[in-house]
């Protein structure tokens, strides 16, 4: 079983500021992979970032990099030069030996101030 | 342009009554999945397939039917037998790749209310 904890139910940042979305997992699976998804207001889910368990390095795309680190099981998300458009619920799932099988937390806020 | 379309995009439901929400998806996937969502919450997996004529039951199945006939279709049912089926379902869609790293491409969700 896998369980995802985001403990910022809400985050406020200045725009063009970089901030940190915070995200921790736990998991049996060997091979496990992370996501994040931003919802905006409007309820669709765009996917962001992908890291697996077994990459060298953090993952970047864009404005979105990944602070992984697997000894502590986190994954948190940086977005760098925060825009307006960037406010809505991010989620970070992860998926593991149970094909396709997404498990969500809570998410977070995030609200961009001009 | 290749996407997941989900219809309709709110829909109410009675008391006894059956509904059915569409999903159709031209990005030639192999694997579907339907999620709810509870306002705040994070999605719930119901039902997943891998393949046509094929699908297995997620975290929160009990109330829901699905079907696969067609890879490009799935179809979910949300019967009588879900007690509270007010939430707002999301459809997905992903290739079979190597597991665990494919993302999961989304729709833009069905709100379904009681009447």
Redo the contacts between chains.
Sequence with gaps: AQK?TQTQPGMFVQEKEAVTLDCTYDTSDP???L?WYKQPS??????LI?Q??YDQQNATEGRYSLNFQKARKSANLVISASQLGDSAMY?C?T???S????T????TILTVHP | DGGITQSPKYLFRKEGQNVTLSCEQNLNHDAMYWYRQDPGQGLRLIYYSQIVNDFQKGDIAEGYSVSREKKESFPLTVTSAQKNPTAFYLCASSSLGRVGNQPQHFGDGTRLSIL
């Design positions: 995802i091979s496990y992979g996501f409007s309820g669709e889910m765009i996917f992908y697996g368990s989620f799932p998926v593991g030996t094909y396709g099988k997404l969500f937390g809570q998410g």
